[in-house]
Each structure stands twice: as structure tokens, then as C-alpha cells.
């Protein structure tokens, strides 16, 4: 409980520091979400943002074997401490695959301003087989669970504060994707404007999202303790077969 804390303040309190301001204190009258809201702005956010945050963090919380948690839990397999393994978890958010992804989404979304020209947009970028984030999910082939709770966020804070097209330029690239690659929509689609609506700057997206994960990763990693089994996988080679090595059986040299 105290490193999902920590890892907020952290956040909120670099943050600040890296734009020049001094940290806010801490609020014991708070909850997590209202404080992390308070911690970034100095004010504290209405009731209905904070349940929204507090959705959100629910959300992310945890995911399954993702690549941060299984990074956690080897990790931890080795009888490595919490922070060891928490540590371990947020170097994989350095990664655009895993961390980051709805940062690029929400460049898909300025870059397409409406939906009337959402369509051509990703008809363009399919057919230059560009990576388009926000759309497909190792697990999730017929549906993100999470994503109806975050459009429905999404569309609620939209109206909220007057930028109403985001959901219908996401649910118009939801409708091209799944027709011309059979691809659903992940939760990190509808995160980018959520977020940007928020206010949050679009470096803080990926903090947000181990903000919310700290407490999976928590979990995993007690888990693993209480139960531990070295994880150590296999691998299997696929590259050249054997061949001979350069000399002769007189100077020791055999096939490699």
C-alpha cells in the first residue's frame, strides 16, 4: 500500500520539479485519484472528475501476464524485494509497444481533427502499412472489456468540457479497422482523449498508467512470494544448424 503511494507522488512530485514548481502536500481528506488530481494542480478536482480517475486507475489496474507484470514476477522469482520487482515493471513502459501507446494515439487524433476524415485517414495509413496504435490486443481478439467503460468516460467528459468529436472520430476508426483488418479497438484508444481532456500533458500518460498498474504489479509480486517458483523459461534455437569450424582436427577444431 505504501509503494502504490509513493509511486503517485513520485509522479505528481516530479512532475512539478521538472516544471519548475514547488510539490503540493499531501491530503489525508482525499482519496488516491483526488489526491493525485490535487498533488499535479494545487486544487482540488470536482467529485465527478475524481470518481472518473478513480474508474480509470481501477481500469489499469491489472492485466493479466502483460509484459510489466511478468517483468515483476521474474523478478520476483528470484527473491528479489517489491521495489526490485517494480523497478523491473516500469522499464518495460520505455517501450512504445506496452507504455506510451496512448500517447500515439492521441497524435492519430489531432492528425485526423474530425470524423468525417477519419476514414480516409486510416484507409491512407493501412495501405502504407503503417503501426496504428490503439487498435488489436494479444489477448483480446473479439473485444477489449474495458473498452465501453472508457468510451462511455470518454463521452461524458467530452460534454463535460465541449470537445465532443474525439469519441466519434474513434468510434468511426473502431468501425474502418474492425472492417478492413478484423482488429478491435484496445482500452488505449479511448485513454488518449480522456487523458488530454483531463489536462494531463501527454508526457504524463505513461506515469499515469503505472500509477494505476503499481497496484497489479503489488499484487503479482506477494503472490510470487508466497508461492515462489524460479521462473525460468526455455528457448529454443532456430538459427543456422551444425557446420564445420575453419581449420583442421589437428588443431583442435570441430563442428559448431
Known amino acids: 500500500v505504501r509503494l502504490i503511494a509513493k509511486v503517485s507522488t513520485?509522479?505528481?512530485?516530479?512532475?512539478r520539479i521538472a516544471q519548475g514548481k514547488d510539490p503540493f502536500p499531501n491530503r489525508s481528506d482525499l482519496t488516491h485519484a483526488g489526491n493525485f488530481l490535487y498533488k499535479l494542480t494545487g486544487a482540488v478536482a470536482p467529485d465527478w472528475k475524481i470518481r472518473m480517475l478513480d474508474t480509470i486507475f481501477i481500469l489499469y489496474a491489472d492485466h493479466e501476464y502483460n509484459a510489466s507484470?511478468?517483468?515483476?514476477?521474474?523478478?520476483?522469482?528470484?527473491?528479489?524485494?517489491?521495489?526490485?520487482?517494480?523497478?523491473s515493471a516500469c522499464?518495460?513502459?520505455?517501450?512504445?509497444?506496452?507504455?506510451?501507446?496512448?500517447e500515439e494515439s492521441m497524435k492519430?487524433?489531432?492528425?485526423?481533427k474530425t470524423p468525417d476524415g477519419a476514414e480516409a485517414w486510416m484507409m491512407e495509413a493501412l495501405a502504407r502499412k503503417a503501426k496504428i496504435m490503439g487498435f488489436g490486443h494479444r489477448v483480446y481478439k473479439k473485444g477489449d472489456s474495458r473498452v465501453p467503460v472508457m468510451?462511455?468516460?470518454?463521452?461524458?467528459?467530452?460534454?463535460?468540457?465541449?470537445?465532443?468529436?474525439?469519441?466519434?472520430i474513434c468510434?468511426?476508426?473502431?468501425?474502418?479497422?474492425?472492417?478492413?483488418?478484423?482488429l478491435c479497438?484496445?482500452?488505449d484508444l479511448y485513454a488518449a482523449p480522456v487523458f488530454t481532456m483531463f489536462g494531463f500533458d501527454p508526457a504524463l500518460n505513461t506515469p499515469i498508467f503505472a500509477v494505476s498498474r503499481?497496484?497489479?504489479?503489488?499484487?503479482?509480486?506477494?503472490?510470487?512470494?508466497?508461492n515462489n517458483r524460479l521462473i525460468r523459461p526455455r528457448s529454443l534455437y532456430v538459427g543456422p544448424p551444425e557446420r564445420p569450424y575453419p581449420g583442421t582436427a589437428s588443431n583442435g577444431a570441430r563442428s559448431v
Not at 522499464?91 to 496512448?102: Q, V
Not at 492519430?108 to 485526423?112: A, F
Not at 468510434?171 to 478484423?182: D, H, P, S, V
Request: aromatic letters at 6%; a negative charge.
Open 10 to 15: 513520485l509522479v505528481t512530485d516530479g512532475w
Open 69 to 87: 507484470t511478468f517483468a515483476a514476477r521474474v523478478t520476483a522469482s528470484t527473491l528479489a524485494d517489491m521495489y526490485a520487482a517494480v523497478t
Open 91 to 102: 522499464a518495460t513502459l520505455k517501450g512504445p509497444l506496452h507504455g506510451g501507446a496512448n
Open 108 to 112: 492519430m487524433l489531432d492528425d485526423i
Open 151 to 168: 468510451r462511455d468516460i470518454a463521452r461524458d467528459l467530452g460534454k463535460r468540457v465541449g470537445k465532443e468529436a474525439w469519441v466519434p
Open 171 to 182: 468510434e468511426k476508426l473502431e468501425q474502418t479497422m474492425e472492417r478492413e483488418k478484423q
Open 185 to 187: 479497438a484496445n482500452v
Open 214 to 226: 503499481v497496484a497489479g504489479w503489488c499484487a503479482h509480486v506477494l503472490e510470487q512470494h508466497d
